[in-house]
């Protein structure tokens, strides 16, 4: 869940920040990565490198401050969480409930990833909705997959038993 609040509040930053600046974009995304990797190194979602790999892109989009490097650092961020997670997917479908989850948002990081280098041009506004829309996407998943895990794991009352 806490990685599903993190995706939903950098999404929702990005669909409300009207015109950003690059320093707006480098802020958010950076702050973002370094929010998500923490919260995947929490979750043990992703192996302790991988989340290191994610906060490194962070810190890269806070230091280059350009719509370039911002791309590349998020790229390469979500381009290492998403194939982690698809591999991960793949790896336990079937035997795990985040199994099919992890497919999903393997997919939704390696698309937004690829994606990136071809709005570079466009500027911060293109970046943050192209990045933006990922972490919604990604955000929501992640919340619909935590309230089903915790309704799943509950067990039956007396009352429905009988």
Do not use: C, K
């Not at 993190?6 to 995304?29: D, E, H, M, R």
Request: glycine share 14%.
């Amino acid at each position: 869940m806490i990685r599903a609040v993190v995706a939903l509040v950098f999404g929702a930053v990005t669909v409300f920040w009207g015109s950003p600046s690059v320093q707006v974009l480098a802020w958010a995304t950076g702050l973002y990565l370094l929010a998500t990797a923490g919260s995947a190194f929490l979750a043990a979602s992703v192996p302790p490198a991988a989340a290191v790999v994610v906060g490194a892109a962070g810190v890269g989009a806070l230091i280059t401050q350009s719509d370039t490097g911002v791309a590349i650092s998020a790229l390469v961020g979500l381009l290492v969480l998403g194939v982690l997670e698809l591999v991960r997917g793949l790896a336990r479908r079937g035997r795990h409930a985040l199994a099919r989850d992890w497919l999903i948002s393997g997919v939704v990081g390696i698309g937004t990833a690829v994606a990136l280098p071809f709005f570079i041009d466009l500027g911060a506004h293109a970046l943050l909705g192209v990045a933006g829309g990922g972490a919604i996407i990604s955000g929501v998943l992640w919340v619909l997959s935590g309230l089903s895990l915790r309704h799943d794991g509950r067990t039956p009352s007396i009352e429905a038993v009988n």
